[in-house]
């Protein structure tokens, strides 16, 4: 395998602020009355560039990479932190401040909704638009096309202009356009987070298929569940420059665990200001283990406790728990007994059993339910905590595969030896 993308020294600076669309002569008028305006003031004439860092943003700093042929790799990071940017200069939208790119082969890409395509264009116009533009002529684009529209799934609106789509519309004829038109280098930016459950699937098993064949794949996205599945090579971002660069599950547990704000406890005193609204108001949320208990391991119980006020005369209330991981799942959703309160403070306390969760961090959603039928209330990540490893019974010390990891019990037995029986 050879080298698909080479990254060297790779910049690209913003300047913040308005901007303005002069006319060239404009623009050389207010510069001579500038210069002319300090002349006769006797100052210096200097480059107002020297005083414009404060307002100049890289977007990216000093990035250099390799990407081989056939890997599919992973680009992660925070909002901002030049994955997009990235994207866009590998695509060729937009040029590098410093730095040079080389690559081999053609480059396909999906950056956002509708990225390619010409809004008064039909879908079927868009598609050959799109090949041209790879370099492929129209016998090739020819030979795909029933794929593409098989897998848009949008043969209905074929010969309607694209600026009548909708986002969804959007996202599957522009993922089955640069999937299905076999470019050398495929670019993928989040398409994931729009369209429905099947089609997103249809998406992930379509770029398994492209990265067996042997093409290349970046993939950006803010589902680590997705980067884990698809990539085996992850690079995390952080304010323009790479601060990780290695095997997809140490990557993405480095960024997950960087970015965990760890919230074991949250008090409101004053039931004017506490969160809620006019039925009722957030008092309490502690997550507490037993005494002694210094870390949460996946051994250790924990209790999930929450104190609201209610302002609803004789209501019937009860309290949801939902517990995610930090790539989004849901790992389980308790409620409480429904029961009916006056007038004051109300405690719910969660019992989570020990040898139940997985090593990984955990956030908490609890919605306030009314008549057992509709939410009146809910708080996001009201509580955050870390579980870790613990002692294993056995010498493999890798990652632990599934969601949870339950201590089961199991009946083993030894029924009746072999006699007289040749093995193959």
Same mark, same amino acid.
């Given at each position: 395998?050879? #080298?698909?993308?080479?990254?060297?020294? =790779?910049?690209?600076?913003?300047?913040?602020?308005?901007?303005?669309?002069?006319?060239?002569?404009?623009?050389?008028?207010?510069?001579?009355?500038?210069?002319?305006?300090?002349?006769?003031?006797?100052?210096?004439?200097?480059?107002?560039?020297?005083?414009?860092?404060?307002?100049?943003?890289?977007?990216?700093?000093?990035?250099?990479?390799?990407?081989?042929?056939?890997?599919?790799?992973?680009?992660?990071?925070?909002?901002?932190?030049?994955?997009?940017?990235?994207?866009?200069?590998?695509?060729?939208?937009?040029?590098? #401040?410093?730095?040079?790119?080389?690559?081999?082969?053609?480059?396909?890409?999906?950056?956002?909704?509708?990225?390619?395509?010409?809004?008064?264009?039909?879908?079927?116009?868009?598609?050959?638009?799109?090949?041209?533009?790879?370099?492929?002529?129209?016998?090739?684009?020819?030979?795909?096309?029933?794929?593409?529209?098989?897998?848009?799934?949008?043969?209905?609106?074929?010969?309607? %202009?694209?600026?009548? &789509?909708?986002?969804?519309?959007?996202?599957?004829?522009?993922?089955?356009?640069?999937?299905? =038109?076999?470019?050398?280098?495929?670019?993928?930016?989040?398409?994931?987070?729009?369209?429905?459950?099947?089609?997103?699937?249809?998406?992930?098993?379509?770029?398994?298929?492209?990265?067996?064949?042997?093409?290349?794949? =970046?993939?950006?996205?803010?589902?680590?569940?997705?980067?884990?599945?698809?990539?085996?090579?992850?690079?995390?971002?952080?304010?323009?420059?790479?601060?990780?660069?290695?095997?997809?599950?140490?990557?993405?547990?480095?960024?997950?665990?960087?970015?965990?704000?760890?919230?074991?406890?949250?008090?409101?005193?004053? %039931?004017?200001?506490?969160?809620?609204?006019?039925?009722?108001?957030?008092?309490?949320?502690?997550?507490?283990?037993?005494?002694?208990?210094?870390?949460?391991?996946?051994? #250790?119980?924990?209790?999930?406790?929450?104190? &609201?006020?209610?302002?609803? %005369?004789?209501?019937?209330?009860?309290?949801?728990?939902?517990? &995610?991981? =930090?790539?989004?799942?849901?790992?389980?959703?308790?409620?409480?007994?429904?029961?009916?309160? %006056?007038?004051?403070?109300?405690?719910?306390?969660?019992?989570?059993?020990?040898?139940?969760?997985?090593?990984?961090? &955990?956030?908490?959603?609890?919605?306030?339910?009314?008549?057992?039928?509709?939410?009146?209330?809910?708080?996001?990540?009201?509580?955050?905590?870390?579980?870790?490893?613990?002692?294993?019974?056995?010498?493999?010390?890798?990652?632990?595969?599934?969601?949870?990891?339950?201590?089961?019990?199991?009946?083993?037995?030894?029924?009746?030896?072999?006699?007289?029986?040749?093995?193959?």
């Amino acid at each position: 395998m050879g #080298t698909a993308i080479s990254i060297e020294k =790779l910049g690209k600076k913003y300047r913040l602020g308005q901007v303005h669309t002069y006319l060239l002569s404009e623009r050389i008028g207010h510069g001579l009355h500038s210069i002319f305006r300090k002349l006769r003031r006797g100052s210096p004439v200097t480059n107002s560039s020297q005083n414009s860092s404060v307002n100049e943003l890289w977007a990216l700093k000093d990035l250099s990479m390799t990407i081989q042929e056939g890997e599919v790799i992973g680009i992660i990071g925070k909002n901002g932190a030049g994955k997009s940017t990235l994207l866009k200069i590998l695509s060729r939208i937009t040029e590098p #401040t410093t730095g040079q790119i080389s690559f081999e082969g053609r480059v396909g890409s999906l950056l956002e909704v509708g990225t390619g395509f010409h809004q008064e264009l039909t879908g079927r116009e868009n598609i050959f638009l799109n090949g041209a533009i790879l370099g492929m002529s129209r016998a090739e684009i020819q030979k795909k096309f029933d794929e593409i529209v098989d897998f848009s799934e949008i043969e209905r609106f074929l010969d309607t %202009p694209v600026k009548r &789509y909708s986002s969804g519309m959007y996202v599957r004829l522009g993922f089955a356009v640069a999937a299905h =038109l076999e470019p050398e280098i495929l670019i993928v930016d989040e398409v994931l987070a729009v369209g429905d459950v099947q089609f997103q699937k249809k998406c992930l098993g379509k770029m398994e298929n492209v990265a067996k064949e042997g093409r290349t794949v =970046l993939f950006v996205s803010h589902n680590m569940s997705a980067i884990r599945d698809l990539c085996k090579r992850a690079v995390c971002l952080d304010s323009g420059r790479c601060v990780e660069d290695g095997e997809v599950n140490a990557v993405v547990s480095k960024y997950l665990q960087k970015n965990a704000n760890s919230i074991h406890e949250a008090v409101w005193e004053d %039931p004017r200001t506490a969160p809620g609204n006019q039925k009722v108001r957030l008092h309490r949320a502690r997550l507490s283990m037993p005494q002694g208990c210094t870390s949460i391991t996946i051994r #250790t119980p924990m209790d999930a406790e929450f104190e &609201y006020w209610n302002f609803i %005369p004789d209501a019937r209330l009860s309290l949801s728990l939902h517990l &995610y991981n =930090l790539e989004g799942m849901c790992i389980f959703n308790s409620d409480s007994t429904p029961r009916n309160y %006056p007038i004051g403070l109300i405690r719910d306390i969660c019992h989570i059993p020990g040898d139940l969760l997985n090593d990984g961090t &955990y956030r908490i959603m609890i919605m306030i339910v009314q008549e057992n039928s509709f939410g009146i209330y809910e708080q996001e990540d009201i509580l955050v905590f870390d579980v870790h490893e613990g002692e294993r019974n056995s010498n493999w010390y890798g990652k632990w595969p599934g969601a949870v990891r339950p201590v089961l019990n199991w009946t083993t037995e030894f029924i009746t030896p072999l006699k007289n029986i040749e093995l193959l």
